[in-house]
């Protein structure tokens, strides 16, 4: 199943796979002093993955926050069953991932830059 405990978010990051085309495993997780920079380096460069991070930035209102975002990794790079793969998978992970609200696609690396692309979007939900 999925690791999202109740009590709190234990690690900063999991990065999830799909295993033998049918089960969604965590392969890695980043503990609480992970940054996002690691997160984004365990994102192979050939291949999808999905992502589950817990971010902390500053609101437009000058406010300390955190939010869960959930990131598909869909390189363009990646083979074309795989992408399928992975979007297709993608509403049973966001329904198993209940309340996270943010959700946010990226096919290369320039779209998981954190200050051009990622900010902007958290920006909308604080």
Known sequence: GFKI????FKYRYYIYQIVNKKTIEIEKHGERSASYEDFCENMPDDDCRYGLIDLEFTSTDGRPTS???FITWNPDTASIRNKML???SKE???AAL?????HINCTDRSELDFE???LP???KFA
């Open 67 to 69: 939010k869960l975002v």
């Open 5 to 8: 405990q109740s009590e709190g």
């Open 86 to 88: 992975y979007s297709g």
């Open 92 to 94: 049973s992970i966001k």
């Open 121 to 123: 979007t958290l920006k």
């Open 98 to 102: 209940n309340g996270v609200g943010i």
């Open 116 to 118: 051009s692309s990622i």
